[in-house]
């Protein structure tokens, strides 16, 4: 596993410490990225430099780290006119859905496995080696990739066929920008209530460190109704209690205040259901 030859494409904001990790593999590695000034650093650390897409196409694993479909489409072109059969393309990159199954059927009768494995963790989790990669690939070429996925990852997920991997990071990446979005309307409502914002962020940083975050309550295999016998039913009716309590009271400060807070009210409507027990009567039916 140690002889394989590494290719990496992309040196951006995540990229960059990605490609770090792999400098001192014994197998070798060659980057490429159009900003001549960014494979500068990897030249002094020993990699090989390639003047094009092209010249990375030697390597046995090829990890492409670009921002947008059209980019990993361009690349992967190229590398396919050239690489040989058995090479893996592995695409970091949050792309479309429908790109990576379009391009692994089209690469697989040459022999060449496309495979997706975005990332999650910033650069910094880059940059220590902490990312969680989600790996759509076939079984047996998952298990060539992951030795080499380790170096800048400490959770290596098998998410299932190219493709799944990307799914996987959409999911994950909804967790963060919906959280976002509601924390942006938590804001209003503390500033109009007259809070410091900045004490309020240290409390939700401090408290989401002790209680997980959102990602506490994913503990079940599938989002169906819990049946009441379930072991998490009286828990999850128990958070839902205490869910829908604090959000009717947020909406009530809310409309004191003049402050009109739409996530929260759409939190208030499905919480029961998202967790998989009902609302309770006074928000049945809403």
Known sequence: MSALALGFIGLGNLGAPMARRLASWPGGLTVFDVRAEAMTP???????????????????????????????????GELAACSKPGTVIAI???????????????????GIHLIDAPVSGSSG???TGELAVMVGAEPDVFER????????????????EPGAGTRMKLARNMVIYIAYAGVGEALRLAEAGGIDLLQLGQVIR???????????????????PLAPEH???DLFVHTRNLGEKDLGLALALGAELGIDLP???TALEVLGPRLGVPNTDSHAGR
């Open 42 to 76: 990897f030249e002094e650390a020993g990699a090989a430099v390639a003047d094009s897409v092209a010249g990375v196409a030697a390597a046995d694993v090829i990890s492409i780290a670009v921002v947008s479909d059209e980019q990993v489409r361009q690349i992967v």
């Open 92 to 110: 970091h990159s949050t792309i479309s859905q429908h790109t990576i199954p379009e391009l692994a059927d089209l690469l697989r009768p040459r």
């Open 125 to 127: 989790g880059a940059a």
């Open 145 to 160: 990739v992951k030795p080499v996925f380790e170096q800048f990852g400490s959770l290596i997920v098998h998410a299932g």
């Open 206 to 224: 401090h408290t989401d460190a002790l209680t997980g975050g959102p990602g506490v309550i994913i503990m079940r295999d599938d989002t169906s």
């Open 231 to 233: 072991d998490l039913y």
């Open 263 to 265: 996530i929260t009210a």
